[in-house]
C-alpha cells in the first residue's frame, strides 16, 4: 500500500514547473489533479467488489502493475493530455490497491482487532502519500531533468513491490468468494453498487465519511495548490520547499495516528474534526496576513484534523463491517472521502482564476470551517459504535 499510493502525490511539488512547461492556468492544474480522483472513484465503484471475487492478493499485484506503468507515463509524459492519462491510471489502480490492501489487512490482523487493522492500514497510506511528494521534490529541486527523475524512486520501489507480491505466499483465508453468490459472471462484478450500514448505523457512517471527505479536501489544497500559494503569498520557492511541507503534514498525520490508536474512536473523531475547524482559521488568517508562522500553525493543525479524522472513519468502517459488506462498505466511505478531493478543489481552481489564489483559498477555508464545525457538533451528541462482539 505504501509503494503503491507513493507515486499518486508525487506530482504536486513538480505542478509549477508544468506550469511553466506547458504553460498552464491553476486552474488547469486542479482539473489534472481532479483527474486522478476520477480515476479512483471509477475504481471504487465499477472494481472494488473484484477484491471479494478474487482475493485481495491477485487484486493488490494488478493494482500494483498499473500503478507502476502510471507512473512510468508520467516520466515521459510530452504534453497535458498524456500526462492526464497518467494520472487517470494511477488513479485506477489506487483506488484498487488502497480496497485491496485495507480488506488484506483486516484479514490478517488478529480477529477482532479492528483498531490495530485501521491504525496499519491508515499508517501504511498516509506514510506512502507522504514519501511521494518528499521525495519527488528533494530530486526535483537538485537533479537534472526535474520531471523525469524525480519518478525514478517510485518506479524502482514499483518493480520490487511487484516482484514482492508475486513471491509472497499467505495461507488460504476464508473469504465471501467462496460462496455461490460470489460466483457470479465478471459483468456483474463490474457493476457500480453502493453499500450502505444498517440504518441504525447511518448517522455514525455519514459523520465519519464526511470527516473523511473533509481531511481529504484540505489535504487536497495544499497537495493541488501549495507550491503556488506559497510563492505567490508566503514568497517560498522550488519542489523541495512544496514537497517538505506537504509531507510534513502527512508524516505528522501518521504520527498522530499512532499516538492516538488506544483513544475512544468518538474522542479522535471529534478531536480531529475540531482540529480541522482551526486549521482552516489558521489558513484564512496566514492568507490575510501572509505570516509564516500562521501557515506552520495552519499545517499542523491540518495534520492533526486529517490524521484523527481518518483513523476514526477507517476504525468506524472495520467495526460495522462484516466480512460479505466489507469491501463494498468501505468502498462507499472511501467514494464520500474522495469527493472532497474532487469538489472543492475544482471550485478552487474555478474561483483561483476569477477571484485570484488568496479569496479563493479565503472563501474555501470559510465552507470548510462551516462543515467541520457541524460534523465536531454532530460526533459529540452521537452515540459511539461498539467494537464487534460486544
Known sequence: MCVGVMGTALASPLYPLYQDVWHLKASDITVIFTIYMFGVLASLLFLGRLTNRFGFL?????????????????????????????????????????????????????????????????????????????????????????LFSAYLPSLLLGLIAIYALFTIRIPPLSTPAASAHHRKDWLTQLLPR????????????????????????????????????MQDILSWHGPAASGASIAAILFLSSTFQLAARRVPNKMNAVAGYGALVVSNLLLIATTYTGLIWLFMLSALTTALGHGLANLAGMSLVNKMATPASRAGLLSSYMIVGYLGTIVPI???????????????????????????????????????VPSPGN
Not at 200 to 222: D, E, Q, T, V
Not at 351 to 373: C, E, K, N, Q
Open 58 to 146: 491477485p487484486m493488490l499485484r494488478a493494482g500494483l502493475i498499473v500503478v507502476t506503468l502510471g507512473v512510468l507515463l508520467s516520466m515521459v509524459a510530452w504534453n497535458p493530455e498524456s500526462f492526464m492519462l497518467s494520472r487517470l491510471a494511477i488513479g485506477l489502480a489506487s483506488g484498487l490497491i488502497t480496497t485491496s490492501a485495507s480488506i488484506g489487512m483486516s484479514q490478517l490482523s488478529r480477529a477482532g482487532d479492528v483498531k490495530r487493522a485501521a491504525v496499519i492500514t491508515t499508517f501504511a497510506m498516509t506514510l506512502g502519500f507522504g514519501l511521494g511528494p518528499l521525495v519527488g521534490g528533494l530530486i526535483a529541486q537538485w537533479v537534472p531533468k526535474p
Open 346 to 384: 475544482l471550485g478552487m481552481g474555478w474561483l483561483s482564476d476569477r477571484l485570484g489564489l488568496a479569496y479563493a483559498i479565503m472563501i474555501f477555508s470559510a465552507s470548510m470551517t462551516a462543515v467541520t464545525a457541524i460534523l465536531t457538533w454532530a460526533a459529540h451528541t452521537t452515540q459511539p
Open 194 to 229: 453502493i453499500t450502505m450500514p444498517p440504518r441504525a448505523l447511518s448517522r455514525p457512517f455519514w459523520i465519519g465519511s464526511m470527516g473523511a471527505f473533509s481531511a481529504f479536501g484540505m489535504f487536497s489544497l495544499y497537495a493541488s495548490l501549495a507550491p503556488s500559494f
